[in-house]
């Protein structure tokens, strides 16, 4: 009980949220897309960009809240090396989302996470790609490119995670949940109890802070104002499948090399944000004890690693792609 009662206090976005005038709309039901919300199909994909012309297939994923722009700048320095589909989720960037399930469904189900691995799958089969690598940037891109790894091995070359998280954490918590405490944290008080009746000022407000995602100013605001315009709704069911999985157990069962590119980050947003050493540095801990994940903390980069460190950043991709 102790374990479940610090999980529900300790969350980012309840952390931040607390000091808003108006935290909580009864009125409100953010677990359900508004009426006539136009969607897509499980198994289908947001949108999908081709570019380049190299003889390496390279599958980018673009992260919770963003499209495929976000790549852009990587894609045309490198569109002589790589054959690129950068993927934009159901939902982001003004695509339709998936359906939402039926009130009731477990969010440890990840019935969307799972479709849009459906979906990549579909890709690598219909352009007939040969062992694609595929690029996981944030979360839920790290989760469905983990999840291709572990379920589709003979269907990639290789993993590369972006600035991911491989589950939530919080200094506060007094020792690791377990991912059935995980589950049922979302599924009984998250979901119903938060999420569902929440205000957009306070999603706004306990929302990743802009400094997380970029180390410059400016691009940091743009990218939190891109994320920020993705339907509340969308934003919240990707989020609680997020928080209902737990991918470091099954670092051991990852049969792909796999490259973890981790922001540096510096210890004053540590101080600021207690989620975000545990949820992004700390809870890769022991993944290279299997021999085919390495990891590399990128100097001088917060999430989107990308854009804080494009020239290292290609380097890093094309090593890793090449020389292993």
Not at 90 to 117: D, H, N
Not at 157 to 178: F, H, L, R, W
Not at 256 to 274: A, C, D, G
């Amino acid at each position: 009980m102790k374990i479940f009662t610090t999980l529900i206090t300790s969350m980012c976005f309840l952390i931040h949220a607390y000091g808003q005038s108006k935290v909580q709309d009864s009125t409100l039901n953010n677990l359900i897309l508004p009426n006539n919300y136009l969607t897509t199909k499980l198994g289908m994909l947001g949108d999908v960009k081709k570019t380049g012309t190299g003889d390496e297939d390279v599958i980018l994923l673009a992260g919770w809240g963003f499209g495929a722009n976000i790549f852009d700048d990587f894609v045309s320095k490198n569109s002589n090396k790589y054959t690129m589909y950068a993927v934009t989720f159901p939902g982001f960037s003004e695509t339709k989302p998936y359906p939402i399930p039926k009130t009731g469904t477990s969010y440890g189900k990840q019935i969307w996470t799972s479709a849009i691995v459906d979906g990549v799958i579909n890709l690598i089969a219909n352009e007939k790609l040969e062992k694609p690598t595929i690029i996981g940037h944030f979360i839920t891109g790290t989760q469905v490119a983990f999840r291709i790894g572990l379920h589709y091995p003979n269907l990639i070359e290789k993993i590369i995670i972006v600035g991911g998280s491989a589950k939530s954490g919080s200094t506060d918590y007094p020792k690791e949940p377990t991912l059935e405490e995980r589950i049922k944290v979302n599924d009984t008080y998250y979901a119903p109890k938060w999420f569902k009746t929440v205000t957009k000022k306070t999603w706004d407000t306990g929302n990743y802070p802009p400094e997380i995602f970029s180390r410059e100013k400016v691009l940091a605001q743009q990218l939190w104002d891109m994320a920020a315009k993705v339907p509340m709704q969308i934003m919240i069911h990707y989020i609680l499948e997020y928080y209902a999985s737990d991918i470091s157990l099954e670092f051991k069962n990852i049969k792909v090399p796999t490259l973890l590119l981790i922001p540096s980050f510096n210890e004053e947003i540590y101080k600021k944000y207690n989620y975000l050493k545990p949820s992004f540095v700390d809870c890769w801990k022991g993944a290279d004890e299997n021999k085919l994940i390495t990891t590399e903390i990128v100097p001088r980069s917060n999430v989107f690693i990308m854009n804080d460190q494009p020239d290292l950043f290609s380097i890093l991709v094309s090593k890793f792609i090449y020389d292993n």
